[in-house]
C-alpha cells in the first residue's frame, strides 16, 4: 500500500531518490548527475561521504537540480562545509593546510601520517573472525561475501551460519562460488534466531576478535582495519561498533528507515560506567548509542566470559530484537570499555517497502522494551533502578522517534503511523521476552528428556 509524507499542514512533498556516493578528496573530484541513464532514474538529492586518505569526515546531503553538480559546485560545498575537519586532519597528518579545495583535489604530498599508522596496524594484524549469520538471503548473502573478501585486513576468515534454511540453495551457492576460498567456513544451525545462530558462529572462533554483521550489507575495504584499531584505545576495551550508511535510498520507506539512527555520527566515542559516562539520566539503558548489531565485534574471550548473546531476544524470536543491545550493555556495565569508531564503515540495504517498514518499527519497539526486561532477568539487583528508569526510556524513545529523527524536513514529518507501531511494539515487548524465554526452556527440557530417554539400556518413547 503506497503511503505519502506529509508537512505539518498537511501539504504533500514530492519523493525523490537521493544517489548516495563517496568523495575521497586525495583524488579528482567527479561530477554528480541528477538522471541515470542505465535506469531512467532522476535523483533529486545526494548523500556524499567526504573522505580524507580514506579516513571518512562526514556525509553532506546535496539537492540535485536538472543539470545535476560540476566538479567546482561539488569541491565549493564540500569546503563550505567541512574546511575545519579537512585542515583538522591534514594537520594530524603533518601535513600543510589548505585555504581552499580545488576540483582537482588536495595537492599531493609525501605520505599522511595516517597511512602510516594504518600499515603499522596492518604488518601485526591479530588473527580475527567475521560471523554472518544468513537466512533464505542467498544472493544478498554473495554479496555481502563478495565486500568482505575484497577486505584490506590480512589476517581473518569468515563465518557463516546458515540459520534454520528452508532449502540448500545457500549451501551449494556457497559451495560452488568460493569452494576454493581457504577463508570461508560454512556451518548450519538448526535452530532459527539471530541470537541462536550468533552463538553458533561464536564456538567456531578460535581467534582472539570477533566481528558480527549481517547478510544484507557491504562492506567498506578498512572495515575490519579500524574495528580492530579500536581495541587498540585502552586494555579494556571489550567492544566496537562502527558507522552504518544507506546503500541506496530509491524509496521513500528506505528514507525513513534512515532516520531510524543507523548512523551515530562521525566522532569516535568511547563508554563505560567510568569517566565515560555520557550526561544522560538513562544512560546506560539507552544501548542504542552505542551501535547495531550490523556492525559490531567483541574480544572472543570476553563475550563468552558474559555468555554471548540472549538467545531470547533477536530476529527470529518473539522479542524480535535486542540482542545487540543486551550484549553492549553487560559490556559497559561489567566494567569494560566500548569504542564506536566511525571509521568502521558498512553499508546497508534498506528495505524498500513501507509496509516492511511498518513491521520493521513495532519490531524496534518490540526489541527495545525486551532487551530492558532481559537486563532486569540477567541482574534482578538492578530491579528498582530499571522499574524508575522505563517510563523514562518510553517517553525518551518516542519523543526521538517524532522529533529529533524526523530528517532534514524536506520531505515533511514523521510519519504517526510508525511512531504509533513502535510504541505498540514497546508495550508488547516485556511480554514478548518472558514468552521467548519460556519456549526456551521448554525446548531445552525436551532435548534433554530426548537424550535421556536415548541412552545405553533406554528406548524414546516418541
Same mark, same amino acid.
Given at each position: ?9 498537511? %501539504? ?11 568523495? %575521497? ?24 561521504? $567526504? ?33 575545519? %575537519? ?11 593546510? #589548505? ?30 573472525? #567475521? ?116 546503500? %541506496? ?39 542504542? =548509542? ?40 553487560? =559490556? $559497559? ?130
Amino acid at each position: 500500500m503506497p503511503f505519502s509524507l506529509t508537512s505539518p499542514r498537511g %501539504e504533500r512533498s514530492p519523493f525523490f531518490p537521493t544517489r548516495i556516493l563517496e568523495v %575521497e578528496l586525495e583524488q579528482p573530484l567527479p561530477s554528480i548527475a541528477a538522471l541515470d541513464p542505465a535506469t531512467g532514474t532522476r535523483y533529486g538529492r545526494a548523500l556524499v561521504l $567526504v573522505r580524507v586518505h580514506t579516513y571518512p569526515l562526514g556525509t553532506m546531503r546535496l539537492q540535485l537540480p536538472d543539470r545535476g553538480l560540476d566538479a567546482a559546485d561539488l569541491s565549493e560545498a564540500i569546503w563550505s562545509q567541512f574546511r575545519f %575537519e579537512i585542515n583538522q586532519h591534514l594537520v594530524h597528518d603533518h601535513l600543510t593546510p #589548505v585555504n581552499k579545495l580545488d576540483p582537482a583535489g588536495l595537492p599531493a604530498g609525501r605520505t599522511p601520517r595516517c597511512e602510516v599508522e594504518r600499515r603499522d596496524l596492518l604488518a601485526r594484524a591479530p588473527f580475527a573472525s #567475521v560471523v554472518v549469520a544468513t537466512h533464505d538471503r542467498t544472493q544478498s548473502l554473495l554479496r555481502t561475501l563478495d565486500t568482505l573478501l575484497a577486505l584490506d585486513y590480512p589476517n581473518f576468515e569468515v563465518i557463516v551460519v546458515d540459520n534454520a534454511p528452508s532449502n540448500d540453495d545457500t549451501a551449494r551457492a556457497i559451495a560452488q562460488r568460493y569452494g576454493k576460498s581457504d577463508r570461508i567456513c560454512y556451518v548450519r544451525e538448526p535452530q532459527p534466531g539471530l541470537a541462536i545462530a550468533h552463538n553458533r558462529g561464536l564456538e567456531e572462533v578460535h581467534a582472539p576478535l570477533v566481528a558480527f554483521t549481517d547478510d544484507d550489507v557491504e562492506v567498506d575495504r578498512h572495515w575490519l582495519t579500524h574495528l580492530v584499531r579500536g581495541f587498540d584505545l585502552a586494555p579494556d576495551v571489550a567492544c566496537v561498533t562502527g558507522m552504518i550508511l544507506p546503500a %541506496e535510498m530509491e524509496t521513500e520507506a528506505q528514507y525513513l528507515i534512515e532516520q531510524y539512527g543507523y548512523g551515530k555520527g562521525f566522532t569516535r566515542r568511547v563508554y563505560d560506567m567510568g569517566e565515560n559516562r555520557p550526561q544522560n539520566a538513562l544512560y546506560p539503558y539507552t544501548a542504542g =548509542v552505542f551501535g547495531s548489531g550490523a556492525n559490531m565485534a567483541f574480544r572472543t574471550a570476553v563475550l563468552r566470559q558474559l555468555g554471548g548473546f540472549d538467545p531470547a531476544l533477536g530476529a527470529g524470536s518473539k522479542a524480535r530484537g535486542g540482542d545487540d543491545l543486551a550484549a553492549f550493555f553487560r =559490556v $559497559v556495565t561489567e566494567g569494560y570499555k566500548l569504542v564506536y569508531e566511525p571509521a568502521a564503515i558498512l553499508y546497508h540495504w534498506h528495505r524498500r517497502e513501507y509496509p516492511a517498514l511498518k513491521y520493521q518499527a513495532y519490531g524496534y519497539g518490540v526489541g527495545l522494551m525486551a532487551f530492558l526486561t532481559s537486563a532486569l532477568y540477567q541482574r534482578p539487583s538492578v530491579l528498582l533502578d530499571l522499574v524508575r528508569r522505563v517510563p523514562q526510556g518510553m517517553i525518551y524513545a518516542s519523543r526521538l522517534r517524532a522529533s529529533s529523527k524526523a530528517g532534514d524536513g524536506e520531505l515533511g514529518s514523521y510519519p504517526r503511523e510508525l511512531v504509533g507501531h513502535e510504541r505498540r511494539g514497546m508495550l508488547h515487548g516485556p511480554l514478548a521476552y518472558l514468552v521467548s524465554r519460556w519456549r526456551l526452556r521448554r525446548r531445552t527440557q525436551k532435548e534433554r528428556a530426548w537424550q535421556q530417554a536415548s541412552a545405553p539400556g533406554r528406548q524414546p518413547t516418541g
